[in-house]
């Protein structure tokens, strides 16, 4: 049973570009959150995908979207990176649908993202 | 914005004594989990509790949920070396969206 698998690992990009963020989340899974990890700090929420709408949203400006899948797979996208973006950008995956109960989430590795 | 507050922010121990950390977090909950994440990867989820359980247990662990003081602590037994990694507490909001501490990073020396 495959887990939540993220791509690329690592990317190292300049500041003005963009970059796309992949994931795949774990089988029977129908949901992705995505958040952004600075160094020493705790995850931060950017949004969530469920039935490929954005159901929910963090304090992220509109350089950051996303999009996801009929297959659930999910896509996050910066768009005029900063310096600030540096970040582990981690993907986690939950099954959510209509009555079930709110559970943990599954983490990807994480994609760290170095803005020079 | 980050609401629960993880304490100490660093602990260092030797190995098979017990680890404590602490948890506050500011508005009411569904439930508080607690992640593991070893070396700047991903995370592991460690165990959850929900607003109207007090006390769990998994294995070593041990957490405790006190929602009149809006804390929460979780209990390493016995810990080892491969315990050693950053642990968070993360509070369930509406929705599935998980709101992190800044971590406590754990030391067990060997």
């Known amino acids: 049973d495959a887990g939540v698998t993220q791509s690329p690992t690592h990317l190292i990009k300049t500041r003005g570009q963009q970059v796309t963020l992949r994931c795949s989340p774990k089988?029977?899974?129908?949901?992705v959150s995505w958040y952004q990890q600075a160094l020493g700090q705790g995850p931060q929420f950017i949004f969530q995908y469920y039935e490929e709408e954005e159901r929910q949203r963090g304090n992220f400006p509109d350089r950051f979207s996303g999009h996801q899948f009929p297959n659930y797979s999910s896509e996050l996208n910066v768009n005029a990176l900063l310096l600030g973006d540096s970040a582990l950008y981690l993907c986690?995956?939950?099954?959510?649908?209509?009555?079930?109960?709110?559970?943990?989430?599954?983490f990807g590795p994480g994609t760290r993202l170095t803005v020079t | 914005s980050q609401q629960g507050e993880e304490d100490p922010q660093a602990l260092s121990i030797q190995e098979g004594e017990n680890a404590t950390m602490n948890c506050s977090y500011k508005t009411s909950i569904n439930n508080l989990q607690w992640y593991r994440q070893n070396s700047g990867r991903g995370l592991v989820h460690l165990i959850l509790?929900?607003?109207?359980?007090r006390e769990k247990h998994s294995g070593r662990l041990r957490v405790t949920l006190d929602t009149s003081k809006k804390s929460s602590s979780l209990l390493i037994t016995a810990s080892r070396a491969a315990d050693t990694a950053s642990y968070f507490c993360?509070?369930?909001?509406?929705?599935?969206?998980?709101?992190f501490g800044a971590g406590t990073i754990l030391r067990v020396k060997s």
């Open positions: 986690a995956s939950s099954p959510l649908g209509t009555g079930r109960a709110i559970s943990e989430q599954y």
């Open positions: 089988s029977g899974h129908d949901t």
């Open positions: 509790i929900r607003s109207n359980e």
């Open positions: 993360a509070t369930m909001e509406y929705g599935n969206k998980l709101v």
